[in-house]
Every structure is written in structure tokens, then in C-alpha cells.
């Protein structure tokens, strides 16, 4: 079964510190993996996809198949990025429903 | 970019009544739709896929004669929650996808609170 995990609920770091969001997942083929966000009253947008290998408002995120994760980084914080973060994992591209895991809310203190 | 709307934002509904919230692309034709619900505080869990003009697949646990899909378009998706119960107030959100790229776009979500 297909399972994304975002072991912290929370994750409060001041600005200009680096920052870590983990995201482990669980499936046996080769999937495709998101991070989206959700800035406060805002709709859920999609931040980066692995595939794409860029960097975006500063965060990356390098898919380690050895370890399955998808960790998020950014190695300033700033208080804009303040927001809900979702990893999430589709089997395979195309028109396949998202996985997604728990969430980790970022609060960038000033 | 690609947007989806939803409509409407927000409804409160007497227990027993029927809702619907319409799921609409707005630049772009999606031929698959998604429906999301979101309890406060928790993760986003899929309830069903709609491909136009098709039958929904609904995940496992969701009843598919409470909450019925209609995709008669590439444009418009609709969710109805029929006989509604204060359970199931939550927030509902959509999602559709172009056929070729793969990316899924969201709507605002409508929050529904059933009295």
C-alpha cells in the first residue's frame, strides 16, 4: 500500500535558520513525489515535483530511493514561508489521485 | 495558471437535506477530477476519482449513494451529499487534472456544516 508520513505535526524555526521538512513514503515502484502548500485562507498549491529538479522560493527537495524519503529544505527561513506543507505520492504520472501525508505546519518566527 | 473553482465556498444545511458543491476548471479541460475532505486539523482524504463522462471509482468506506459524483463535463464536476448528517460537515475539496502533465490543481474547498 501507497503511505506517505510527515513525522512532525509542527516545526518552529526563527528566520534565517535552516530549515528541514521530512517526508518519508512506502511503495514498491517508482512513484512520483510533491510537495504542495497551503498558505493561511489560501487554496493548496503545488510548491515542487521531483521531476522537475528545481529549486522553488528557495526550497528543494531531492528524492533519496535508498532511504524513501523526500525531505523539504531551505537553508534560509524566512516568515513568508510561514504555511501548511504536504508531501504527497502518486504511483505514476498522469490521472492518478494523490497520496498524501499528514502535513507539517511552519512557523517562521521573526 | 490553470484554475478550479468551487462553488459554493461555504453552505449550512439542516440535517437530512441534500447539498451540492460544483467543481469547476476554469482555463483548461479536465478530464479527471478529484474530491478531497479535509477534517479540521488533519490530512486530505481521497473519496473519489470522476473521469468525464464515466462513473466515479470511490475509495474504500465512502458510501457512493451519500456522496454522489457527477462529471458530465470537462469543465464540471459535482458532489452531492445527499441526506446529510451533522458528521458530515467538514471542508470539501477538489481537484483536477489535465490529461497530459499529470499536475493536479486545487479548488478553495467548500466548507460544509450540517445543523
Known amino acids: 500500500a501507497q503511505r506517505v508520513t510527515q513525522p512532525e505535526k509542527l516545526l518552529s524555526v526563527f528566520k534565517g535558520a535552516p530549515v528541514e521538512l521530512k517526508c518519508n513514503y512506502s511503495?514498491?515502484?517508482?512513484?512520483?513525489l510533491f510537495w504542495y502548500v497551503q498558505y493561511s485562507r489560501q487554496r493548496l498549491q503545488l510548491l515542487l515535483r521531483?521531476?522537475s529538479r528545481e529549486s522553488i522560493k528557495g526550497f528543494t527537495a531531492d528524492l533519496n530511493k535508498g532511504e524513501t524519503s523526500f525531505h523539504l529544505k531551505k537553508p534560509f527561513a524566512q516568515e513568508e514561508d510561514s504555511a501548511m506543507y504536504y508531501c504527497?505520492?502518486?504511483?505514476?504520472?498522469?490521472?492518478?489521485?494523490?497520496?498524501f501525508g499528514k502535513g507539517t505546519r511552519l512557523s517562521v518566527i521573526a | 495558471g490553470a484554475v478550479v473553482s468551487q462553488h459554493p465556498s461555504r453552505v449550512i444545511c439542516k440535517s437530512g437535506t441534500s447539498v451540492k458543491i460544483e467543481c469547476r476548471s476554469l482555463d483548461f479541460q479536465a478530464t479527471t477530477m478529484f474530491w478531497y475532505r479535509q477534517f479540521p486539523k488533519q490530512s486530505l482524504m481521497l473519496m473519489a476519482t470522476s473521469n468525464e463522462g464515466s462513473k466515479a471509482t470511490y475509495e474504500q468506506g465512502v458510501e457512493k449513494d451519500k456522496f454522489l459524483i457527477n462529471h458530465a463535463s470537462l469543465t464540471l464536476s459535482t458532489l452531492t451529499v445527499t441526506s446529510a448528517h451533522p458528521e458530515d460537515s467538514s471542508f470539501y475539496i477538489c481537484s483536477a487534472s489535465e490529461s497530459v502533465g499529470g499536475e493536479q490543481y486545487f479548488g478553495p474547498g467548500t466548507r460544509l456544516t450540517v445543523t
Open positions: 521531483h521531476i
Open positions: 504527497a505520492l502518486s504511483p505514476a504520472s498522469g490521472n492518478t489521485p494523490l497520496v
Open positions: 511503495y514498491s515502484g517508482s512513484p512520483e
